[in-house]
């Protein structure tokens, strides 16, 4: 499998139809044109392709507050359960971990599958945002973090 930067309007339509047609979007209302949306610019979108087609797609932003944050993470429905998912973390944690010591990721309260796979990998939960994008459903903020910011810093500098 291959993952790659992509800001091809066809791919990008691609990836915001894996979304709108699966939960946890779907359960939060999310629609196609949402989905688009929160694909555009200034996130970076890396897709990873199974014989030229997209397998699944992870989404970063890499400034503000909470730089070095995965906004989404999606594999096409036929092909979950596979380890698309894992490498596409790794993919994003390689990257996000080279520039600071942080990496942030929201999961919704209701998406234990999800949970589970992110415990797994190393985060932990960093915060609690409740009735975040809809009433009677949380937000649980999470973690991944090699250390303090300015143990970074001076690693960085030396
Ligand atoms: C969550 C998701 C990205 C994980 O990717 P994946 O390629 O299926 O995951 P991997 O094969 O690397 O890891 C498997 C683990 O993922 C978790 N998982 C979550 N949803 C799953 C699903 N529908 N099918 C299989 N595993 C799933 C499980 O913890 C599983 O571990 P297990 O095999 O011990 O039960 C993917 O299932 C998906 O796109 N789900 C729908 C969209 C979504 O919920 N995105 C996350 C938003 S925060």
Known sequence: MRISRTRKPADLRVCAGYMAATDPWVRLG?????????????????????KGAIAGFIVLQT????????????????LRGRGVGTELVRFAEKRILSKGPNVFMCVSSFNLGARKLYERLGYERAGLLKNFII??????????????????ARKARN
């Open 30 to 50: 999310r629609t196609y044109r949402d989905c688009l949306a929160a694909l555009r610019a200034p996130r970076e979108v890396y897709a990873a392709r199974e």
């Open 63 to 78: 400034y503000g507050v909470l730089n070095g944050y995965i906004q989404t993470v999606c594999v096409a429905p036929g």
């Open 135 to 152: 009433r009677g459903e949380d937000e649980l903020l999470l973690r991944k973090t090699t250390g303090p910011r300015s143990e970074f």
